[in-house]
């Protein structure tokens, strides 16, 4: 069968150290593990993942319908501030988490049936990236552990979303056009904004299979030295956004 690209190719079997690990943890923690969808959505892996997973996190009305549908399990609804779609989102979810005291304490009658969390900021972090730093100065990301003195009896979760399914996926793209100025360019039939956006967020270039990423300084000298070297752009007409050199 023929699928026209570009697509993302989502293999199991790389899917599986990452899922590995993840069931290591909570196998001698104890903790439970809910998949963060915000992250990772692709529901055709839902069935293979739940073997392995409490069930899902949610951000979003239509994220929460998407775990409580098609993943099973626990389901689990956190937002940064809740509005009127909260009263929906009971509807699937069996747990809501509040990221405040103020939005705990102005919805709490809403989902008074249903289990209630609030979310700690651990003000600890490992984030090689500031735009993703939790405990950033002035956060605005749960409540800090330390306005809670006394001792509590909580349940632990993690809610893995990119870890879940690290080095599992390819994005499978076609080249439309070779251009030439100075350096070759390969135009592919994907884009940085609508298939990798990641790579712009974090700025940071994907992995090319049979290909070396090289820094932009090395470009002139590894020319001089009559090696190949190639820009991959796609259909984008912002000049300054490429997928990798």
Not at 6 to 22: N, S
Not at 211 to 222: Q, S
Request: aromatic share 12%; hydrophobic share 40%; charged share 20%.
């Amino acid at each position: 069968m023929t699928i026209s690209t570009p697509y993302y190719l989502i293999d199991q079997k790389r899917m599986l150290p990452a899922i590995e690990i993840i069931r290591y943890i909570l196998e001698y923690s104890g903790a439970k593990s809910v998949l963060a969808l915000k992250y990772f959505s692709s529901w055709c892996t839902f069935d293979f993942m739940s073997q392995y997973m409490d069930g899902t996190t949610s951000s979003s009305l239509y994220e929460a319908r998407l775990g409580f549908e098609n993943f099973g399990g626990e389901n689990h609804g956190y937002s940064v501030a809740y509005d009127d779609e909260i009263k929906e989102i009971t509807q699937y979810c069996d747990k809501i988490i509040f990221n405040s005291i103020s939005q705990l304490s102005r919805f709490k009658n809403l989902t008074k049936n249903i289990s209630l969390g609030l979310r700690l900021n651990p003000e600890v972090d490992h984030s090689f990236y500031s735009l993703s730093d939790m405990i950033s100065r002035y956060s605005h990301l749960g409540v800090r552990a330390n306005k809670f003195s006394d001792k509590y009896a909580v349940k632990i979760y993690l809610d893995p979303g990119e870890t879940a399914v690290k080095n599992s996926t390819s994005l499978i793209v076609k080249i439309l056009d070779v251009v030439e100025n100075e350096l070759l360019t390969l135009i592919v039939d994907a884009g940085v904004e609508t298939h990798a956006l990641d790579a712009l967020i974090y700025q940071f270039s994907p992995k090319l299979e049979g290909a070396e990423v090289i820094d932009e300084v090395d470009i002139t000298r590894m020319l001089f030295e009559g090696k190949t070297v190639y820009r991959v752009f796609g259909r984008t007409c912002f000049s300054g956004i490429f997928l990798m050199v």
